[in-house]
T-cell receptor
Framework: GAGVSQSPSNKVTEKGKDVELRCDPISGHTALYWYRQSLGQGLEFLIY????????KSGLPSDRFSAERTGGSVSTLTIQRTQQEDSAVYLCASSPTGGHYGYTFGSGTRLTVV | AQSVTQLDSHVSVSEGTPVLLRCNYS??????LFWYVQHPNKGLQLLLKYTSAATLVKGINGFEAEFKKSETSFHLTKPSAHMSDAAEYFCVVTLYSSASKIIFGSGTRLSIRP
């Protein structure tokens, strides 16, 4: 597509439920990133995919968080047993290579855990 | 360790006056540097990027940034602020490393006084 598409744009879930957030990057972009932006805070790196290489998962805050990228394209971020502190805007970005020429961000998924 | 420091969490200027948003980075490698803008409830938009070409980079909406290696700085400027410039601005570094991770500064909120 023309841009990075994220769905849903908003998600309200009950504490303890699992959620799946989807990112559809720009076609042909090999690099894909997930970030989290909490209220009043900066962006927190979560995970990075580059082509067929093993993902860099060093930013995932706990084992309740996981992500996969199927066929080098669409990525899904899964949060199991959601907690209130998981409430944030989850941003996805993609880039043609390793990101040295800039990134295109999606508009994010606002997750609210009640 | 690599890092990005945005020296001001909040900058307030009058409409029509110059804007200066400061950014310093720390890197063992040659970085690629970016400024992104985020308007309220909007996604991140690329303002400009430095990728080892000209040290003075022009971006959208009249913004510029100058890469100064000796000072490890990449400050963002605009000669004359406009009300529509009110937003959060992020300085971003990409480093040549095994996992090409985006490193975000903590952000600077720019307010414009009428």
């Amino acid at each position: 597509g023309a841009g990075v598409s994220q769905s849903p744009s908003n998600k309200v879930t009950e504490k303890g439920k699992d959620v799946e957030l989807r990112c559809d990057p720009i076609s042909g972009h090999t690099a894909l990133y997930w970030y989290r932006q909490s209220l009043g805070q900066g962006l927190e790196f979560l995970i990075y995919f580059q082509g067929n290489s093993a993902p860099d998962k060093s930013g995932l805050p706990s084992d309740r968080f996981s992500a996969e990228r199927t066929g080098g394209s669409v990525s899904t971020l899964t949060i199991q047993r959601t907690q209130q502190e998981d409430s944030a805007v989850y941003l996805c970005a993609s880039s043609p290579t390793g990101g040295h020429y800039g990134y295109t961000f999606g508009s994010g998924t606002r997750l609210t855990v009640v | 360790a690599q890092s990005v420091t945005q020296l001001d969490s909040h900058v307030s200027v009058s409409e029509g006056t110059p804007v200066l948003l400061r950014c310093n980075y720390s890197s063992s490698y040659s970085p690629s540097l970016f400024w992104y803008v985020q308007h309220p409830n909007k996604g991140l938009q690329l303002l400009l990027k430095y990728t080892s070409a000209a040290t003075l980079v022009k971006g959208i909406n009249g913004f510029e940034a100058e890469f100064k290696k000796s000072e490890t700085s990449f400050h963002l400027t605009k000669p004359s602020a406009h009300m529509s410039d009110a937003a959060e601005y992020f300085c971003v570094v990409t480093l040549y490393s095994s996992a090409s991770k985006i490193i975000f500064g903590s952000g600077t909120r720019l307010s414009i006084r009428p």
